[in-house]
């Protein structure tokens, strides 16, 4: 059984900043694209970021120059690094990942998400 954990969250300041982490287990034969993602009450789930397997990204316009995503190919685990936050960003982060796992397809898997709040 695939799982993600996200840990990293909390609780920070207007411009501070936190580094969120998603650590894929389970029978992976492969990962692909690996993504973050938040929601808010009330509002779709949106993409915050995404890096493929090898190494590519893109950002939301609205984190650009803020937060960077990388990858470990070899711990299977992906990182949000988000550098002066707003209370905007005030969501649950979710991570997503495109795993080949035991069956013959890749499919996306998420995490149980982690909450981040930013304070004004």
């Known amino acids: 059984q695939v799982q993600l954990v996200e840990s990293g969250g909390g609780f920070v300041q207007a411009g501070g900043s936190l580094r969120l982490s998603c650590a894929a287990s389970?029978?992976?034969?492969?990962?692909?694209?690996m993504e973050w993602y938040r929601q808010t009450p009330g509002k779709q789930r949106e993409l915050v970021a995404a890096i493929t397997s090898g190494g590519s990204t893109n950002y939301a316009d609205s984190v650009k120059g803020r937060f960077t995503i990388s990858r470990d190919n070899a711990k299977k685990m992906v990182y949000l690094q988000m550098n002066s936050l707003k209370p905007e960003d005030t969501a649950v982060y979710y991570c997503?990942?495109?795993?080949?796992?035991?069956?013959?397809?890749?499919?996306?898997?998420w995490g149980q998400g982690t909450q981040v709040t930013v304070s004004s």
């Open positions: 997503n990942a495109d795993i080949l796992g035991r069956s013959a397809y890749s499919r996306g898997y």
């Open positions: 389970g029978i992976i034969f492969n990962i692909y694209t």
